[in-house]
Nanobody, 125 residues
Framework: QVQLVESGGGLMQAGGSLRLSCAAS????????MGWYRQAPGKQRELVAT???????GYANSVKGRFAISRDNAKNTVYLQMNSLKPEDTAVYYC???????????????????WGQGTQVTVSS
């Protein structure tokens, strides 16, 4: 199994910046795509940004030019740098990773997606 630990959320004024981190640990053979999602109260969870193992990135239109996703493959960690924050960015942010199939310590693990526990980001106007 893979465990994800998120950090970096908090309260920020509009126009400010925050940096989220998500570290994966456990029975990791290899991690493919990593991403950040968010869910605001009363709304569905939505994609914010993704990054492939080769660092190809994709962003939701609402965050393009303000947010930057990056990863450290050696640390199995993904980051989300959030700049020029707006009140509408307020949400619980979740990281998601796709662990690829393979053997780890003699046991076989299939492809699987794992989610972090979520970290609250609140932007005040």
């Amino acid at each position: 199994q893979v465990q994800l630990v998120e950090s970096g959320g908090g309260l920020m004024q509009a126009g400010g910046s925050l940096r989220l981190s998500c570290a994966a640990s456990g029975s990791i053979v290899s991690i493919d795509t990593m991403g950040w999602y968010r869910q605001a109260p009363g709304k569905q969870r939505e994609l914010v940004a993704t990054i492939t193992r080769n660092s190809i990135t994709g962003y939701a239109n609402s965050v393009k030019g303000r947010f930057a996703i990056s990863r450290d493959n050696a640390k199995n960690t993904v980051y989300l740098q959030m700049n020029s924050l707006k009140p509408e960015d307020t949400a619980v942010y979740y990281c998601k990773v796709r662990a690829l199939a393979g053997y780890y310590s003699g046991s076989y693990y299939p492809n699987n997606d794992y989610w972090g526990q979520g970290t609250q980001v609140t932007v005040s106007s």
